[in-house]
């Protein structure tokens, strides 16, 4: 069975850069037809969709994130992370990583999902 | 940018009541899913492609629509439905998750 594990820091101050790493086991993260997402949910509010990286190492972001978001991938670990630079009192959240499925398109297993919070 | 409008905000029903949650699309696609979230966990996958359900989701959930206009409808609710439904929509590259509607039983 496919299992996603975040880790990161829960707690990132105003201006700095907010670090996630989702582990994958289970499966591989290099598999055909499979993509990989960023998605998180604001305390109490709905799923905002961050950016994903495909099996072949492409990556596709949020437009209205793209400038401050960056997602990479270590094979050797089978796992791939998130980077948000510059984050606010706005990118608290829970942040959840996610497997897509290509020619599909829907997110088939997710990860328990993180809060991190900002503030100083 | 595509935006998915979800109604009605909230839905108060009975147990063994019918569901209809619509999703409404601002841009025509057939990558359509629906999730339900309880309180503290993570979405889970109900169906993808307008209709079809996923592996063991219960078959008082089935989804219709095509093109902007879907519909997740739940024939006979049961105390567990209890949560929020989500739509989400494919398309050029983008994902794009609907504001929710929250299912109450009385």
């Known amino acids: 069975q496919l299992q996603l594990q975040e880790s990161g820091s829960g707690l990132v101050k105003p201006s700095q850069t907010l670090s996630l790493t989702c582990a994958v086991s289970g499966g591989s993260i290099s598999s055909a037809g499979y993509s990989w997402s960023w998605i998180r949910q604001p305390p109490g509010k709905g799923l905002e969709w961050i950016g994903y990286l495909y099996h072949t190492g492409s990556t596709y972001y949020n437009p209205s994130l793209k400038s401050r978001v960056t997602i990479s991938v270590d094979r050797s670990k089978n796992q791939f992370s998130l980077m948000v630079t510059t984050v606010t009192a706005a990118d608290t959240a829970v942040y959840y990583c996610a497997r897509g499925r290509a020619s599909y398109y829907y997110f088939d297993f997710w990860g328990q999902g993180t809060l991190v919070t900002v503030s100083s | 940018e595509i935006v998915l409008t979800q109604s009605p905000g909230t839905l108060s029903l009975s147990p063994g009541e019918r569901a209809t949650l619509s999703c409404s699309a601002s841009q025509s696609s057939s990558f359509l899913a629906w999730y339900q979230q309880k309180p503290g966990q993570a979405p889970r996958l109900l169906i993808y492609n307008a209709s079809t359900r996923a592996t063991g989701i219960p078959d008082r959930f089935s989804g219709s629509g095509s093109g902007t206009d879907f519909t997740l409808t739940i024939s006979r609710l049961e105390p567990e439905d209890s949560a929020v439904f989500y739509c989400?929509?494919?398309?050029?590259?983008?994902?794009?998750f609907g504001q929710g509607t929250k299912v109450e039983i009385k």
């Open positions: 989400q929509l494919y398309s050029s590259s983008q994902w794009t």
